[in-house]
Structures are given as C-alpha cells and as structure tokens.
C-alpha cells in the first residue's frame, strides 16, 4: 500500500512510498482509514521545526476515521469488525509516570504518537489502540476531525475553563481557532475571532458558524473593538491559536486584568513578549497540548448532540497521490480542513 512518508529528519525529506501494511499488535485494531485530516503540525513535521520527537522512516498523519477491518489477540469484544471509528493520536504512554497515574497521559515521556513515532494515517491502513466509536450522525469527514476537536475541548474546557458569558477572543481562524471558537460558544462563550486580510473567507466561515463577532485586524483595531464590546476592560478569556508571535503581543493586548490568556497555537521558535504584563495584571497563563480520553469522550458528545459542527470545516478533499498539492494548500492557508482520501 501507499503512505506519505516522513523519511528523514531536516526540512522536506516527504514522499509517497509503498509501505508494508503490518498486522495488528496483541493490542492494536487495522482501520481501514476513510479519512484523514492534515493538521498544522504535519506542517511542521514537513519543515522539520516542531518540538516533539519524529522517528523516521514514519508514516505522517494522526487526524483519522475509518473501519475496523481486524483486531489483535487481547482486543476485546467492545471493537467490532466493521464499527466505525475514530482513533487517539497517543499510542504508547507508560501507565506509571505522575502523568500517566493522574491522567495526563498526554504528558508522559514515554507517549508515542501515531506519525510522528509510529506510523500513522496517510495510508489505507493503520493500526492504533486507544479507539472511540462514531456515533451514527457523525460522518467520516467530521468523525476524521474528532482529533484536534478533542485537543481543543482540552484546551477550553479542562485546561482553561469558559464560563457563560465569558467575552472570549480567538486569535487565528485556522481550522483550530474555529473549533476552539464552537467549544467555547459551546460553553457559553460570547466569541470573537480575528484574523487578517488572508483570512477573509475563513471568518466569513466563522460567520455562518454562528460566531458572534468577526474581526480583520488589518482594517479594526481589534484592541479597541474588543475594549469597546467590553466596557474598556478587555476579554476574559483569550485564545491565541495562529502561532504568529505579533498575534501573541496583540492577545496579550486584548486580555482583562485577572483575566485568561491560554496559548494554543505553535510558533516553532522562542518569541518576544512582554512578560511582565502577566504580572501587573494578574494574567492566568496556560498552555494546552494534544488530549486525553475525557476530551475525546465531550468532543464525539459535541458533535452527536451538534454543538460543534465538524462536517462545515471539511473543506477540500484529495486522494494520497495528491498529497504535495494538498500540503501547498494547508500552508497557503487555503481552505480550511483539507481530508486526504486513501484510494
Ligand atoms: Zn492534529
Ligand atoms: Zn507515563
């Protein structure tokens, strides 16, 4: 079978490859993967500029829905052959660690993640472990999306918390920044999102969303518009989820005293800030990384109930051969999920 490779570590260095498709581990279930989705850090991945460890030769891509077509000796009878499923981007975390015992696996030393260490979905198909059934209104497109959803329910609601009516700000209308804006309304949020000129059609998406408040900071001054909808106190919550340093300073602008600044995107190098404002105004800093299991179990419960709406993200669709176009199309910030379809 074909898989889109990571095959050396530096910038570049990908390719579409004939990969062995491996039978399932004791513990692993094969997906027959249906859709995956490309995620700002296979980017990074690509230019070799993401501080997680990749192991190459390694198959990219960790944001997938597929089938089940076969299970491992220990698999229990709660996967079926022919279930429809969603996977988590963890693959190994070592269940002894502080993390791993409080439930933080997603911090563990040891994690191994589908792509970037193990070989993940840019292929027909893939195993993995730590499975979550779609519930039956959920698409393969959207279930495909249950991934970086699930990193933003970390980030919102368990590592953040937004409470009803709550201005919140997100910086960035990336595919990230609207599912971070959806979990945040979700909770209550009265959401802002900004971008630039670039992302003109992303916040008319925001839009038909049904995010309240769309801004282009190259023509507002978003700073004020938010003080302005705030009575000059500015957001209680910001999330800033473009990994673009001047987007971090202009947040940190936008944030309330004793407010929430939590950042979610990745700049990929150390950036300048001015620090001390988290001290004089009490700022509640947090960071957010991958997710665990509760986040997957609230992110399929959001889209079930359609609190979130994954399937409007799902913007262009491409079959692996195609993948050099669709990468150009992620980083042109082209669209807004782009799926790889495995033929
Ligand atoms: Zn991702
Ligand atoms: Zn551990």
Redesign the pocket.
Known sequence: MKGIVKYKLGDGFMELRDVEKRPPGQNEVTVEVKAAGICGSDLHIYHNDINIPIVPPVVVGHEFSGVVVEKGASVGDEIAIGDRVTGESSIY?????R??RSGY?NL????KILGYTANGCFTKYCNVIYLHKLPENVSFKAGAMTEPLACCVHGVTEQTGVSAGDFVVVTGPGPIGLLVAMVARAEGGNVLVCGTGRDTDRLKTAEKLGIPYTINIETTDAVARVKELTQGYGADVVFECSGVPQAAVMALNMVRKRGKYTQVGLFGRPIEIDFEKIAFFEIEVRGTVSQRRPAWERALALMERKMVDCESLASHEFGLSEWKRAFEMAEKKEGMKILLIPE
């Open positions: 975390f070592c269940g002894t660690c993390y791993c696996y563990c030393n040891s994690r």
